[in-house]
């Protein structure tokens, strides 16, 4: 009963935006040739005899070199303002908006004298996100003394190409173009976070949110720095999610007259959490305190794809924690169940970014409506 119920307004959520068309089909292998510099012998197109075998010679030799794929050249050039941190972008596209990557800063007020920087989490939110998109989840971590960055996706935005309405550059059915804007999202990730070290921080935590969760995994996985995760939504394999979820029906209607969903999956897999599931379980990483969230009812991420993942997590004896929520992909955004969502989010970084119990004391005083602030206790006068 719930179940359809769920499924059901899930349909109608994903019927709201009436911009989604299908794009045409490309391999963009441009994208992918301007920078071959990881491989261990660079590729170029001319040298296959057509474009699949390329991809997946790609992809064979990207899998073993992850950590080298997913870094960027250091920050050189950065500027602040107003609460804004942009920087030229580590991967040049041939639209030029979509080269500046934006970062919106969330402080917190830290205690005078204080030896050490409150901790810092990077939030990703989902595909076609507005600017005002999980900047509550922003302002929740504040309120419990945790800083925070809102981080613009890939072809969101200012960073849309005019010609577009959504953000369909950054999923779409030209492969390579899709592979580049998820690893150029993850350089960026890691970008900030070369910021936030050179602002005094050295306690991050990341939070994404279905295609940020794609990315936040994967800058996760090869960054060190980062210690705690909460992924919200979780699948294994990137072209599985876009083959079968509603969200991404158009994206695939531009995809099966070339490509079967098991093609794309090869072509994919260096996007995909799936092969870097294993690194979590190394014995350097076991101490990372990693929550995945998923929805029971989800029609995006379906979730035998989530079980998949975690199946893999204990293969590998990576440690995790899971919770499972009441609702589907469209509705973890609505009420009830964004209360519940957020609540599972900052509380997982709460717990394990120790901001300070007197900060959260004060944050709490601060924000709490004045009916339901602890009363001071009232002093005796002497006798």
Request: aromatic letters at 12%.
């Amino acid at each position: 009963m719930l179940k359809r119920f769920i499924q059901a307004w899930e349909v109608r959520l994903s019927k709201v935006d009436r911009h989604r068309r299908a794009s045409p089909f490309a391999w963009g292998l441009d994208h992918l040739a301007t920078d071959t510099t990881h491989l261990p012998v660079p590729l170029a197109p001319d040298d296959f005899p057509d474009p699949p075998t390329f991809l997946r010679e790609y992809a064979r030799q990207t899998l073993p070199v992850g950590a080298q794929f997913f870094t960027p050249p250091p920050l050189a050039e950065w500027h602040f303002h107003d609460g804004w941190l942009t920087f030229p972008s580590s991967i040049q596209t041939p639209d030029e908006p979509n080269n500046l990557a934006w970062a919106r800063y969330f402080p917190v007020r830290e205690r005078p004298g204080a030896t050490t920087r409150p901790p810092v989490v990077l939030v990703l939110p989902q595909w076609n996100a507005d600017h005002a998109s999980h900047v509550s989840v922003c302002q929740g971590l504040n309120a419990f003394g945790i800083a925070s960055v809102r981080m613009s996706l890939p072809y969101h935005g200012s960073r849309r190409p005019v010609h577009q309405v959504r953000a369909d550059y950054m999923v779409s059915p030209n492969i390579g173009r899709t592979i580049q804007a998820v690893r150029q999202a993850v350089h960026e990730v890691r970008l900030v976070l070369d910021w936030l070290e050179s602002q005094g921080y050295d306690r991050f935590g990341i939070i994404g949110t279905s295609i940020g969760s794609c990315v936040a995994f994967l800058a996760y996985t090869f960054d060190r720095r980062l210690q705690v995760a909460a992924f919200n939504h979780v699948s294994s394999y990137f072209a599985d999610v876009v083959w079968t979820g509603i969200s991404t029906s158009h994206v695939r209607a531009g995809l099966e007259a070339r490509v079967t969903r098991h093609d794309l999956r090869d072509y994919w897999l260096p996007i995909s959490p799936f092969p870097y599931i294993e690194q979590l379980g190394r014995p350097e990483n076991r101490s990372k305190k990693t929550l995945l969230i998923a929805a029971r009812y989800d029609m995006t991420f379906l979730p035998h794809l989530t079980r998949h993942a975690m199946s893999e997590f204990e293969r590998h004896r990576a440690p995790y924690q899971s919770a499972w929520m009441h609702c589907g992909h469209y509705t973890t955004g609505e009420t009830p169940f964004k209360f519940h969502d957020g609540y599972l989010m900052i509380n997982h970084m709460r717990k394990h970014l120790n901001p300070g119990g007197h900060v959260v004391r004060q944050a709490l005083q601060e924000r709490l409506p004045a009916v339901l602030r602890p009363r001071s206790r009232r002093l005796r006068p002497s006798q």
